[in-house]
């Protein structure tokens, strides 16, 4: 996304991950939503009421940040409860692209299968992307296959730490 | 959309319209997003800097709105300067179906063959369809289709005056 | 689509009809099959075991077709049995806009909410439109938002002898 | 997908392939496309004449095969020659969710950014897979991500040996 055209727009990071997470997980996607609501940009995750996309929107709420989920339903069932602005898309796992390519980069936070497709989509649209609690195979294979867009985080505050770099044009 | 789940969302207001409008269309879209701001609802259309979408986020940002566009492309080229969140699907036309399930009610403000599509798919969706400023061959055409879920308003302010009755549930 | 860099393709009839129909048009749906099958041509519908899809799928097979089917589904529950080749979309009526892409003529057999998003997704696409059995209001809204690229067929042989015409390049 | 349901239709095999290739691959994926015919199944890709989609679909009509190209952009334009019949989705990357969601079975013949969306998309929605040519950190990824659904073959033959196994129960 070209930057200069639209200075004012708040920077808008996609956290992708697992519906199904294990507390230390939940606990990092809390964090992160926290952080980047902090910094004043909008969180954009898959949007459902499950795993990683409700904590990272329950973290994102809890510091007055803004939040949108593109849903792969018809309808609202299944949103969290966190998201302002749920984008409903009725196009199930083919909605993966419309999450990355609407994130100014996007943070894999844990992996999956949803996941994956996402990085993989994301990569293919030359986005950054930062791997945060991801396994050592999901990190050697995506450094292959993504170079320099690729980074890997050890924690959400580095996390947040590379999406400022990144987006650091638009201000 | 069941109201009841999230009662405490702020209502997404659809509005669709033709790319090329005259002079006078754009008038009625621009006082369209300055009502639909000003009763506190979000104003969803297609995003793109031309027509009715163009005017309609300029009216809502000058009332201080929350705008959200729903791209066709696959990058920001394109998207109008006040819409706040570009969500970009790269899917072209097919991106008509998510405008208007992820619109609470749908407000045509001029019509055009996306327009009707838009129309026509909201419909199918069961979704409630203001039809402002359409031709009478529209009109007669989509009430025909539609029965009960099809209303016309002759200016803005009845257009916003349906939308209310259609989600005071939400309050 | 131009035909002139394929000049070997079969050109693809797509058939659009409401999942409930009357045994009139049911009768209609078959015939039109069939006559797209003697033709040489593929037929393609949005491919669900019911209505006005079902019925053309059957009157192709009955005459040696070949037949697409487009469907809204995630897998392949409730195909019409005489699809040879079904596309999972997984999206809803957003596939309704591969259904009209997808064709290199569009005959309406028949109207309801998904068929009149379909006719106008085609008239965006610039597609030749040719509506069979249509209500005179759809007739009438639809001649005034496509112009000359819609024509009104009173019969089944009617409409493919203007697919004839469409398509004519094709060999 | 239930096979019982339509047990008279034929296997689609979806074989999925970067778009830039050395001409080893180019010879696997033509091999492939040779085998895939003579086994009397479809032959399904992302339909574009570049690299593996252009060599399979030569290869399967060489063998007198059927080929199916689900393509991403909005026209005929880019798709390749061997394909009988041309999906036109207009939706970039997210087509590759139809791609997998329409194969019986997947064989990803070579490894990019594309192709991990599809090997991802296919597990997502518990498809077999099958890795041919793919370098040994995607072999260890995706084996870690998709457990037994995914398998890897030496060559085209073996890989269409799986494949037998995969749709055995269509016969």
New interface residues.
């Given amino acids: ?2 930057p200069l ?2 200075p004012s ?2 920077p ?1 990071i996609g956290v992708m991950g697992p519906g199904a997470a294990t507390p230390e997980l939940l606990g990092l996607a809390e964090e992160l939503g926290r952080l980047i609501a902090r910094a004043g940009w ?1 969180t954009l995750s898959g949007g459902r009421d499950a795993g990683v996309m409700a904590a990272v929107n329950r973290g994102a709420k809890s510091a007055g940040g803004l939040t ?1 989920g ?1 849903l792969p339903n ?4 299944g ?1 969290s ?1 966190h998201v ?15 999450n990355v ?2 994130s100014d980069v996007v943070i894999a936070c844990g ?4 996941v ?2 996402e990085v ?2 994301a ?3 030359e986005k950054k992307v930062i791997l945060l609690a991801c ?1 050592a ?2 990190q ?2 995506f450094r ?3 170079g320099d867009l690729v980074s890997v985080a050890d924690a959400p505050a580095e996390a947040v730490a590379l999406c400022a770099a990144a987006v650091k044009n638009f201000k």
């Fill in positions: 996304m070209p055209d639209r727009r708040r808008i909008i949108v593109i018809g309808d609202c069932r949103v409860a302002d602005i749920p984008i409903i898309t009725a196009m199930g796992s083919a909605r993966n692209n419309i390519l609407s992996m999956g299968r949803g994956a497709a993989a989509l990569l293919k649209a396994p195979a999901a050697t294979f292959e296959l993504g």
